[in-house]
Each structure stands twice: as structure tokens, then as C-alpha cells.
């Protein structure tokens, strides 16, 4: 391949690539703009039970198509004094509702692509309420999906004809822990293992990736679809982070797991569908329904081993930072409305708190309490002005 055929096929690939991320985010979203608080609802009615929570992670994931939004809103929950089980089964059930979202893109849907696109720009200018509008944007949102995947297909297939990057993809099979990684990298810079699977696909579909190494690299982007929620809880109490913990050694383990029996897994692939898009759409099914068999039993000793690495801070009322505030979550509302009423309830204790050692302050004429009511002033302050 000409090095200037290599770079339309690069920018190509980009642009496909850029344009599935956008539709994914469009639909997230719009989804929740519009549908948030039904979903946060059906969530928290869902956590007192794992099989429930469970079915509930997998129609929720299904809609918002990141299972990283719906790790967010588990977080949240867990935060707010509920047991990390339930939000830990409600990640596995996100985890099989992403598959079922890669099963239904990797059809052939050529026909609906322009009718949704048609549908979802006709329903957002001629909206007649904000509702109205998300739900036109969702519609685009997963028609532009579409024609991403088929533009990545169309601009991946010169890569058959080049023997360098054929070398390099090959290569990639000898060295399953190296693929895992860069899997695990693409996942997690995307934001989205959703979009990783389905670049992955269609590059298996237009034939420039060998199937087995498309097998490993679903592996590493089950594996960084589990990174980001890490990050975005960085700072959050223990309880907020246990969830996405545990989702992560869930998946990890799994991977570890699956890498010696690979070749044995995949063998029989074939026998549900022979194209190489439909094999490995099948492969991260089949992955993360065994994790949900494997793990879904065990989510209560999962959960407190993820308290163990975890445990509960100390507190500290003189804190001079908010402990629940957090602009990650900025993006969805469900969840900063949820950590700003969690910390104006923080403030109700401090202030109630407050008056009482004032009280006892005055009474017995302490100054060393006084000093420790102003530092408690001063935090309300902040909050205040935040």
C-alpha cells in the first residue's frame, strides 16, 4: 500500500472511527436528557435485589449503550449507603446489555441506516417539546452509528492488500498479552469498549483482521471498558468506587481466564455463524455471559473484598473539601444532582452539629471548641459558594 493510498485509508479510518463515537455519544446523551430520571428510578427500585438489579443493568445498558454511564449511576447508588452487591450484579447485567447492542449493530441494517438518519433530523426540527427533540436525536444518533461502521468497513479494506500491516496484525497473535493491552488502550481512549468491539468487527468484516487476533483485542476492550469509570470515581469515597473496582477484576480475571482456552473457545464458533463478524460478535457475547455466570453467584464475597481493598475514611469534619462533589460527573445529571443533594445534606449535619457545640462551647467557655466551630463555618462557606 503507497504511502499516499496509507494515509486516505488512515483518515478514512479516523473519520468512520470519530463519527461512531460521535453517534454513541449523541444517544447516551440524548438518552439521558430525556429519560434520566425514569432510569435512575427504575435503578434504584432495582438494588435491593441482584437478580433484579441484574436485568435492570442490562435494559438500562441496552438504552445508554455505555456501560460506563450505567457503572456511574451503580457508583452513585453505592454511595448513598447501599451494598456494593447489588450495584457489582448490575454492572454484569451492563456488560451483557453492551453485547446485545454489538449483536443488533453488526446486522445487516444497510436499509434502515438512511431511514433512521431521515427520521431522527425530520423529528428534531420539527419538534414540538425537548423530549421530543432527544428522541429525534437518539434516531440519528444510531443511524450515524451505522453509516460509521460501514464507512470504517469500506475504508479498512485496502489494508487486505498490504503486506506490512498484514505482518503487523499477524505478528499480534504470537504475542496475546501485547493485543490485550492494545485493546485494553483503544477501549479506554475511546471511552467506550462498545466502539472498540464494533471497530474491531468491522475490520474483521472487511477482512484486514485476522480473526484470531480480533478475538484477543475484544479481550483488552472488555478489559479498558472498565477503566474509565475507574478514573471518573478517582476521587470519590470508598463506597462510590467498590462498583467499579469489582467490575474490574471481574473482568480481568475473566481475561486471565479465557487467554489459555482461547483456541479452544473459538473452535467451535463457526458452528453460530461463519462470517468473521458475526464469530467475534458471538466471542464477546459469549465472554461476558460467562462472566456473568461465573461472577453473579459471588457478588456478596465480591463485595467484601472490594470493602477490604476499599474501607470506609475516617471522617473528619473539618475537612476543608467537599466529599461528595464531583465535575466528572458533570455530564450526567442524575448522578451530580444526586452528589449535590448528598452534600447539602452534609452541610444540614455540620451546621446542626455546629449549634450544638456552640452550646456547650459557650457554657463551659471553651476557646479550643470555638476554634473548631470557625473551621466548621468555613466550610460551610465554601459550600456555599460552590
Not at 436525536?137 to 498490504?162: C, E, F, K, N, Y
Request: one cysteine or more.
Amino acid at each position: 500500500m503507497h504511502s499516499a493510498v496509507g494515509t486516505t485509508v488512515l483518515i478514512n479510518l479516523l473519520g468512520g472511527v470519530a463519527l461512531l463515537l460521535w453517534g454513541l455519544t449523541m444517544v447516551k446523551t440524548s438518552i439521558i436528557s430525556a429519560y434520566g430520571g425514569k432510569l435512575r428510578r427504575h435503578l434504584g427500585r432495582s438494588m435491593s435485589n441482584r437478580f433484579k438489579a441484574f436485568g435492570v443493568g442490562i435494559a438500562v445498558t441496552c438504552m445508554l449503550q455505555s456501560s460506563t454511564a450505567t457503572a456511574l449511576l451503580a457508583s452513585s447508588f453505592a454511595g448513598q449507603g447501599l451494598s456494593a452487591a447489588p450495584a457489582l450484579a448490575l454492572l454484569l447485567g451492563a456488560d451483557i446489555g453492551t453485547t446485545l447492542v454489538a449483536q443488533a449493530l453488526s446486522m445487516d441494517l444497510s436499509l434502515l441506516k438512511p431511514v433512521l438518519i431521515f427520521a431522527g433530523v425530520c423529528l428534531y426540527f420539527n419538534a414540538r417539546s425537548e423530549r421530543q427533540k432527544h428522541l429525534g436525536q437518539i434516531i440519528l444518533g444510531l443511524g450515524l452509528m451505522l453509516l460509521a461502521l460501514q464507512l470504517i468497513v469500506t475504508a479498512s479494506a485496502p489494508m487486505r492488500d498490504s503486506s506490512t500491516i498484514q505482518f503487523l496484525l499477524s505478528s499480534l497473535a504470537d504475542e496475546p498479552v501485547l493485543a490485550v493491552l492494545i485493546g485494553a488502550l483503544i477501549s479506554f481512549l475511546a471511552h467506550s469498549s462498545l466502539a472498540t468491539v464494533l471497530l474491531v468487527v468491522a475490520l474483521g468484516a472487511s477482512g484486514s483482521l485476522p480473526l484470531h487476533v480480533g478475538f484477543v483485542l475484544i479481550l483488552g476492550a472488555n478489559l479498558g471498558g472498565a477503566l474509565p469509570a475507574i478514573l471518573s470515581t478517582m476521587r470519590a469515597e470508598p463506597a462510590i468506587r467498590r462498583p467499579p473496582l469489582g467490575n474490574l477484576i471481574f473482568r480481568t480475571v475473566g481475561v486471565l481466564l479465557m487467554l489459555p482456552m482461547l483456541n479452544i473457545v473459538t473452535a467451535w464458533l463457526p458452528e453460530l455463524g461463519e462470517s468473521p463478524a458475526r464469530q467475534l460478535v458471538n466471542f464477546h457475547m459469549l465472554f461476558n455471559v460467562g462472566l456473568a455466570i461465573l461472577f453473579l453467584p459471588l457478588v456478596n464475597p465480591a463485595a467484601k473484598l472490594v470493602t477490604r481493598i476499599l474501607p470506609e475514611r475516617e471522617e473528619d469534619a473539618n475537612s476543608i473539601k467537599p466529599r461528595y462533589l464531583d465535575r466528572s460527573a458533570l455530564d450526567n445529571p442524575a448522578i451530580a444532582l444526586s452528589n449535590a443533594m448528598r452534600e447539602v445534606l452534609r452541610m444540614g449535619d455540620l451546621l446542626d452539629n455546629m449549634v450544638n457545640k456552640s452550646i456547650e462551647a459557650l457554657q463551659q467557655r471553651d476557646s479550643s471548641a470555638l476554634k473548631k466551630i470557625t473551621q466548621s463555618d468555613d466550610l460551610v462557606d465554601e459550600y456555599h459558594e460552590r
